[in-house]
């Protein structure tokens, strides 16, 4: 049981958006903690996909856009492409556990 | 450019112990906060352990407290995970990971990570 809940799954349509929702509590992204996102490509270590709620590295393409609100955070792939199928995780920290939290996931399929 | 190169993986007994190192190249490694992750296979990632960029923080996940120990020899730019009185569910791979920006440790993401080691943990 994962501290930062998503869905296990998403998919769409090339060309679709999709959305890959992250919900904490109050000692984690309820605290005001930042939400960092990472992709993993089958087979290959995790990359940074975003950082501090909505900042993209050096590299990554503005299809990929995340928010935060409350006790959750958001990240949307707009324009979906066949090379955007992954494993995607959300992080953040937690005073509670004092290290950081995952998420369990989201795969997300290209249909 | 940055490099992290964990090394140390293998097959062990539970009980046992394994130590990993991680060797960096590429930046000033005693400026950066590194952790731990680990993901048992066709799982997610969870992370393990944290430790600030001069040594002297360091944090745990419950699970591994009093079993595993983090450090760094900033002099040779190495990372270290300790695992002491391993179990099967520690059967992972372990990657490190630097911290996105200087001096910090907790709150924020990591930007690099290495290409992990596997250990397995069986009898």
């Known amino acids: 049981q994962s501290v930062l809940t998503q869905p296990p799954s998403v998919s769409g349509a090339p060309g679709q958006r999709v959305t890959i929702s992250c919900t904490g509590s109050s000692s984690n992204i309820g605290a005001g903690y930042d939400v960092h996102w990472y992709q993993q490509l089958p087979g290959t270590v995790p990359k940074l996909l975003m950082y501090?709620?909505?900042n993209r590295p050096s590299g990554v393409p503005d299809r990929f856009s995340g928010s935060k609100s409350g006790t959750s955070a958001s990240l949307a792939i707009a324009g979906l492409q066949a090379e955007d199928e992954a494993d995607y995780y959300c992080q953040s920290y937690d005073s509670s556990l004092s290290g950081w939290v995952f998420g369990g996931g989201t795969k997300v399929t290209v249909l | 450019q940055v490099q992290l190169v964990e090394s140390g993986g293998g097959v062990v007994q539970p009980g046992r112990s394994l130590r990993l190192a991680c060797a960096a190249s590429g930046f000033s490694f005693n400026r950066y906060g590194m952790h731990w992750v680990r993901q048992a296979p066709g799982k997610g990632l969870e992370w393990v352990a944290g430790?600030?960029?001069?040594?002297?923080?360091?944090y745990y996940t419950d699970s591994v407290k009093g079993r595993f120990t983090i450090s760094r020899d900033n002099s040779k730019s190495t990372l270290y995970l300790q695992m002491n009185s391993l179990r099967v569910e520690d059967t992972a791979v372990y990657y490190c990971?630097?911290?996105?920006?200087?001096?910090?440790?907790?709150?924020?993401?990591?930007?690099?990570w290495g290409q992990g080691t596997l250990v397995t943990v069986s009898s």
């Open positions: 990971a630097r911290v996105l920006l200087q001096w910090e440790l907790l709150t924020l993401g990591a930007d690099y």
């Open positions: 501090s709620n909505r």
């Open positions: 430790i600030s960029y001069d040594g002297s923080n360091e």
